[in-house]
């Protein structure tokens, strides 16, 4: 069975560095892209980042504004997402997200097949 399970959130002070895992299972670390997702309270899902696991190129939101950082380790079967100088709006819910067989990373957003339960990140100010 294909699972993802982030891990990394919490609440930390606004100016500060978080970075979060997803740790991948129940495929081959090799031939798929992750992406990144969050959802601030009451507010819709946005597309963070994702990266290929296969060429390695890597898609960034707009928003990110360079703060944002995505990686992976394929021996660890897992994808990292290192934030920078965090700020109160960056509270959300983040999600980890695989998309199998898929070899460039992009914004995917509908085409996303298996999903992580989600780590909360509060920035307090």
């Known amino acids: 069975e294909v699972q993802l399970v982030e891990s990394g959130g919490g609440l930390v002070q606004a100016g500060r560095s978080l970075r979060l895992s997803c740790k991948t299972s129940g495929f081959a670390f090799d031939d798929y892209v992750i992406g990144w997702f969050r959802q601030a309270p009451e507010k819709g899902r946005e597309e963070v980042s994702s990266i290929s696991s296969s060429d390695g190129s890597v898609w960034y939101a707009d928003f990110t504004k360079g703060r944002f950082t995505i990686s992976t380790d394929n021996y660890k079967s897992t994808v990292y997402l290192l934030i920078n100088s965090l700020k109160p709006e960056d509270t959300a819910v983040y999600y980890c997200?695989?998309?199998?067989?898929?070899?460039?990373?992009?914004?995917?957003?509908?085409?996303?097949?298996?999903w992580g339960p989600g780590t909360q990140v509060i920035v307090s100010s």
């Open positions: 997200a695989a998309l199998l067989g898929t070899r460039v990373a992009g914004p995917y957003l509908t085409l996303y097949k298996y």
